[in-house]
């Protein structure tokens, strides 16, 4: 007990890196709104989720989900209400990695579309599921 009270900062140091280390465990990993592959399929197989893909046009060109939708970060406010006009519709928003995505998910919401989701760990995790990727250039979205 002495050794608590004298070394205060370091009891509190380690409590507060192993409350990091878990948090990922405890909320599930990807952050509230995220999908596994597997979750993202099922969505678009049952609900008919729209996926996003707001990667610029090389990585989208480098490799996307199949039907996916180019529509960059940086123009997503703008262009979204083109691509899904039913804001009722699932989206699943993707990029390389899911850092952007968890962005796109604010803006989409921010737009007043109501089941908004991000692809946990992107086309990253995408690809280590084993699951289909295409190639080739955007197109008129």
């Known amino acids: ?12 140091i380690a409590v507060t890196a192993l409350a990091l280390l878990l948090w ?6 990807g952050g509230a709104g995220s999908l596994t592959a597997a979750e993202a399929v099922q969505l678009i ?7 996003i893909d707001v990667c610029s046009a090389d990585e989208y060109t480098a490799g ?5 939708k180019h ?6 406010d703008k262009r979204l209400a083109q ?4 804001k ?7 990029c390389a990695a899911g850092m952007r995505s968890k962005r796109a998910v604010g803006v989409a919401k921010k737009l007043g579309y109501e089941k908004v989701h991000s ?15 295409q190639k080739g250039p955007p197109g008129k979205n």
Do not use: S
């Open 71 to 76: 529509v960059p970060l940086d123009e997503l």
């Open 45 to 51: 197989n049952r609900e008919k989720a729209a996926v």
């Open 83 to 86: 691509v899904v006009k039913n």
């Open 119 to 133: 692809l946990a760990g992107g086309m990253g995790a995408w690809r280590a599921a084993a699951l289909p990727v």
């Open 24 to 29: 990922p465990m405890v909320t599930g990993g």
């Open 64 to 68: 996307h989900i199949g039907q996916a």
């Open 1 to 12: 007990m002495d050794f608590i009270v004298q070394n205060w900062v370091l009891v509190l």
């Open 88 to 94: 009722a519709t699932p989206l699943i928003m993707v």
